[in-house]
């Protein structure tokens, strides 16, 4: 399958402030590719040079065999692109928004706009200034899919969010895949890009950390676990299971904290032979996650088996 989004060597920078340097990575038409890392590690920097909203100091980007930054304008036909931040006209309201961006398509399908603004429950009579950063984000999302792209850039998608939107903008990524369209998005949510994407692209300070499949994400995963017992339990039933990392007994041995990297099925397991008062589970942030990950030598692990520093 021909690659619709091709990086290579991608270097830009900001003076003293980290940009992004060598980035490389190919994205496939028709898959849908997640573009991972902490904030600040360059996903939007890299997004604005695939949009020609940045120069780049060095390097190669092409969206469907077109430069990005000669070819724009026939870029931005064929691609639907949500920014990490949206600054729109604070008088128009939702509707009108919508209407100006679809004169600018050309028209749009009108059945399936209303079903957008349906499925994402999106009031467009109110000002954009009324709406709540969560009906923005809406707004940004219909704008980029209702033109039936062939092609969406999205920056941080699901921002502001509630969980109901979350999984219906999961869906609305499912259909574009299905039929044969591509989506590319960036995310500092290790779990959106696991339940959405088939590979994945990981950036930290301004680097590429690796390209793979999604099931490689299991690798950095992890969990703070903490399980309340009605009894005693011993650390060391936990201690052996695959995965655990770490177990600290709190509450005379009737709560265990544990670091698990990973699935939790076997300590899930474990717990069940116990009587279980609560138990909870907190996923680090992304950015807590690759300090663990990557900490110690300074090394940064890449795609080909080299380190670059």
């Not at 954009?128 to 969406?152: C, D, E, T, V, W």
């Not at 390209?211 to 039933?237: M, N, Q, W, Y």
């Amino acid at each position: 399958m021909a690659a619709i989004i091709e990086v290579e060597g991608l270097t830009k920078s900001y003076g003293n402030k980290r940009g992004i340097i060598d980035v490389a990575f190919q994205v496939e038409e028709g898959e849908v590719f997640g573009f991972l890392g902490p904030n600040g590690a360059g996903k939007t920097t890299t997004i604005r040079v695939l949009m020609a909203l940045l120069r780049a100091d060095a390097g190669l980007t092409r969206i469907a065999g077109l430069d990005c930054w000669e070819q724009s304008v026939a870029i931005k036909r064929l691609a639907g692109y949500l920014p990490g931040e949206l600054s729109l006209d604070p008088g128009l309201t939702g509707g009108q928004i919508l209407e100006y961006f679809g004169h600018l398509r050309g028209g749009v399908d009108q059945a399936y706009l209303k079903q957008l603004i349906k499925r994402l429950d999106l009031d467009p009579s109110r000002k954009f200034r009324q709406y709540s950063s969560g009906n923005k984000r809406k707004i940004g999302i219909i704008q980029a899919f209702m033109h039936r792209p062939r092609l969406l850039i999205l920056d941080e998608p699901t921002n502001g969010l509630d969980p109901l939107n979350q999984q219906e903008f999961g869906r609305l990524v499912k259909e574009v895949r299905d039929e044969g369209g591509t989506v590319f998005l960036s995310s500092h949510i290790l779990t959106e890009i696991e339940q959405t994407c088939g590979r994945v692209a990981i950036i930290r300070e301004g680097r590429m950390v690796r390209v793979g499949g999604v099931a490689e994400l299991k690798d950095i995963k992890r969990h703070e676990v903490t399980i309340t017992f009605a009894d005693t339990v011993p650390a060391k039933s936990f201690q052996a299971l695959a995965g655990v990392e770490q177990v600290e007994m709190l509450s005379g041995g009737h709560t265990l904290r544990l670091a698990v990297s990973g699935g939790l099925d076997a300590v899930v397991k474990e717990a069940a032979q116990h009587q279980v008062v609560t138990l909870t589970s907190h996923e680090p942030s992304l950015e807590d996650i690759f300090l663990r990950y990557y900490e110690g030598d300074g090394l940064v692990p890449r795609e080909d088996g080299n380190v670059v520093h």
